[in-house]
Structures are given as C-alpha cells and as structure tokens.
C-alpha cells in the first residue's frame, strides 16, 4: 500500500492462517502462495472445484470468526 501499511486481506489471511493451520507469523510469511493454498484446499470437498474462492474464504471465516 502507499502509506506502508499492510492491506486488511493480507492480516485476515495471517490470522486466518494462524487459526487453521497453527501458522505463527514467521511461517505464514515464510509461505508461498502454494504453501497457503494447500493447506486451504483441505476444507474443500473432493467432488468441489479445485479451487480456493472467496465463497469458501466467507465460509471458512464465518465458522472461524476473529474476536
């Protein structure tokens, strides 16, 4: 971002990231994008699109809420 400051998304997927695979800071930064989405891919049923969309980001957001 302009003024330095990390973009809302990337702190939700941190904490996100934190709640469901036990990630700490360092290895959430440490992680490629491939890296997250395989471990999201897991909340994904077998027979569902092979992908990560932000209906499953909601879904998984509602059932782990912050706070």
Not at 10 to 21: I, N, W
Not at 46 to 61: E, K
Request: glycine content about 10%; proline content about 6%; charged content about 20%.
């Amino acid at each position: 971002m302009a003024d330095g400051r990390l973009g809302p998304a990337a702190v939700t997927l941190a904490g996100l990231m934190a709640r469901v695979a036990g990630w700490r800071p360092d290895d959430f930064w440490a992680a490629t994008p491939a890296d997250v989405r395989a471990v999201l891919a897991g909340w994904i049923d077998a027979g569902d699109a092979a992908r990560f969309d932000r209906a499953a980001l909601s879904a998984m957001m509602e059932q782990f809420p912050d706070g």
